[in-house]
């Protein structure tokens, strides 16, 4: 497989900085080295500073322990403000009286173990938020191992509330409210899509979701076909085992819930509307195809693509022909749907705590 790590290398060449893929340790996969090519100095990595025409900004929201949870709050202003109406005042950050934005909760990838809200920069955030006026917020949810599930899940929910609360001072429209990410962010998208569903059908305080974007997600614990022996670059079997292991901690393997391995589900009928896309060389593939399949099973509208000869996170670390195919579907299909779904809140998601 020797000649898929050079492949990412000379990709990430590239695009300016050399990343070392042969061995991501854990916990810390995002501390893998990054050098300058010519100099073999360290190089920090451009991705991870908000773009020029994004303001970025952080909410600190409390848990029931006390802490705090940080939310990663972009915006683009000049977009938003563009879409408003020229008789509106135009509040600083907000869509104004017309609620024409989207509220997006963007889940960082990382296998649950590593990882931090930047990651967003370097993904599809700063696209859907120039091609649509939008409000996303990334949520700095807990890691395992220091806390495994549900801590990560917890920290979803409690940012996804957060955003319906405050949905009318974002200037979001409540009844647009998506959740995407990639990897492990994936992952927990798909997690709490069918957590926020299942609190609704018990007559609990959920949140309805218009659309999910859970992008190559980490579903699965068990091997699959495509996860069991796979040697590809940036995300492979071994890390796949151990983010996994340390994720899953202390429970029963053979009394898993759907909220940590959304793979375990089997009724997948009232779940929001679906984007996704997955590369063919990466171990999520089968995962993914069978989590599509499940939902349009079910008749949840899903649109997805298969990108072949693509490794994991293909999308940020990959030759820019790749990028940018996944980009122009992906935001094809994000705007799509944000003019075509919907998901009224019920009286208790209206309120604004």
């Known amino acids: 497989m020797g000649d898929w790590k050079d492949k990412v290398q000379t990709d990430l060449l590239m695009r300016g900085y050399a990343l070392d893929v042969a061995k991501l340790p854990l916990p810390h996969l995002w501390k893998a080295r990054l050098v300058n090519p010519a100099t073999g100095a360290p190089y920090v990595m451009p991705g991870f500073k908000p773009?020029?025409?994004?303001?970025?900004?952080?909410?600190?929201?409390?848990?029931?322990d006390g802490t705090n949870l940080r939310l990663l709050v972009l915006r683009r202003e000049s977009a938003i403000a563009e879409e408003a109406e020229p008789e509106e005042e135009v509040p600083s950050g907000g869509a104004g009286p017309s609620q024409k934005a989207v509220g997006v909760l963007w889940n960082h990838g990382g296998g649950y173990v590593t990882g931090f809200p930047e990651i967003a920069y370097m993904g599809m955030p700063p696209h859907m938020l120039r091609e649509r006026p939008c409000v996303v917020v990334c949520p700095d949810y807990r890691l395992a191992p220091e806390m495994p599930f549900p801590g990560g899940l917890e920290d979803c929910h409690l940012a996804l509330m957060w955003l319906r609360s405050h949905a009318e001072e974002?200037?979001?429209?409540?009844?647009?409210?998506?959740?995407g990410g990639e990897s492990a962010g994936g992952g927990l998208t798909a997690a709490l899509c069918i957590y926020e569903r299942d609190l609704l059908r018990a007559g609990q305080d959920g949140v309805r979701v218009a659309c999910q974007m859970p992008l190559y997600p980490m579903l699965d614990d068990r091997p699959t076909s495509s996860?069991?022996?796979?040697?590809?670059?940036?995300?492979?079997s071994r890390l796949n085992r151990l983010a996994w292991d340390r994720y899953l901690e202390g429970m029963d393997r053979e009394r898993i819930v759907p909220y940590a391995v959304p793979a375990r589900e089997t009724d997948y009928s009232d779940l929001p509307p679906a984007i996704t896309f997955v590369g063919s060389l990466e171990p999520f593939l089968d995962e993914t195809v069978s989590y599509v399949s499940n939902l349009r099973s079910a008749g949840v509208?899903?649109?997805?693509r298969e990108y072949r000869g693509c490794y994991h996170a293909f999308d940020m670390l990959g030759d820019s022909s790749s990028r940018s195919s996944a980009r122009e579907f992906f935001i094809r299909r994000f705007l799509h749907a944000c003019d075509t779904y919907e998901a009224p809140q019920t009286m208790k998601g209206q309120d604004h705590a």
């Open 51 to 64: 773009p020029a025409d994004i303001d970025a900004s952080d909410v600190y929201v409390p848990r029931g």
């Open 170 to 179: 974002l200037g979001v429209r409540s009844d647009k409210l998506f959740v």
């Open 227 to 236: 996860s069991a022996n796979n040697e590809a670059p940036v995300w492979d």
């Open 301 to 304: 509208p899903t649109d997805f």
